[in-house]
């Protein structure tokens, strides 16, 4: 079974800086998917950033990169120019890739980081 | 995206009743799933919805507790059973899209107290 970890239960970041939030996870997979959700206080799920795992290079959308290492199995989120809208619990997932596997289309979880931005 | 809508958003329920989730998407779907959060936890998955079919349920996870219906491809429904203050918890719904079956997207989440 996959397991995903994050090891940062909170983090603070100033206004406009940049901050590194971390994520391992362990399979014996060599395709999978990795991705960054966002839930602020409305508790509303939002995808932030996927990876695939064949692609070497690390997905960034705007102001949000990862750190793909596959090797190390880690998976970390930068933000860069933190925004006060940013502050949110942030989530890392896996999903597997096989079809018809029983753990086809399921997400597993980390623990979650906890984002606090100060203005 | 798909986008996705619940009701209720929230409810606060007598321990022995039952309350049902509805998750309605604005498009078909491929997949559909069933998440509990309890309160400053991570998600758990609770079962895979399938369209027309018993919904495959996760370890820990049963549908005497926790039935499951999903008649057609935009709609599930989820029943939290003879309820007691444990199940108090946020249940999500999420769907992978027809055109996008890697990346799940996630309802508002339905905030249950059970007293």
């Known amino acids: 079974a996959q397991t995903v970890t994050q090891s940062q239960p909170e983090m603070s970041v100033q206004e406009a800086e940049t901050v590194t939030l971390s994520c391992t996870y362990d399979t014996s997979e060599s395709d999978y998917y990795l991705f960054w959700y966002k839930q602020p206080p409305s508790r509303q799920m939002i995808l932030v950033i996927r990876?695939?795992?064949?692609?070497?290079q690390n997905a960034t959308e705007n102001r949000f990169s990862v750190n793909f290492q596959k090797a190390a199995k880690s998976f970390s989120l930068k933000i860069s120019d933190s925004q006060l809208g940013d502050a949110a619990m942030y989530f890392c997932a896996y999903r597997s890739a096989y079809a018809g596997g029983t753990s086809y289309g399921k997400l597993t979880f980390g623990q979650g980081t906890i984002l606090t931005v100060h203005p | 995206s798909a986008v996705i809508s619940q009701k209720p958003s929230r409810d606060i329920c007598q321990r022995g009743t039952s309350l049902t989730i509805q998750c309605q998407v604005d498009s078909q779907v491929t997949m559909m799933f069933w998440y509990r959060q309890q309160p400053g936890q991570s998600l758990t998955l609770i079962a895979t919805a399938n369209q027309g079919s018993e919904a495959t349920y996760e370890s820990g996870f049963v549908i005497d507790k926790f039935p499951i219906s999903r008649p057609n491809l935009t709609f599930s429904t989820l029943t939290v059973s003879n309820m007691s203050p444990e199940d108090s918890s946020i249940y999500l719904c999420s769907a992978t899209g027809q055109a996008d079956q890697e990346t799940q997207y996630f309802g508002p989440g339905t905030r249950l107290l059970v007293l």
């Open positions: 990876q695939e795992a064949y692609k070497q």
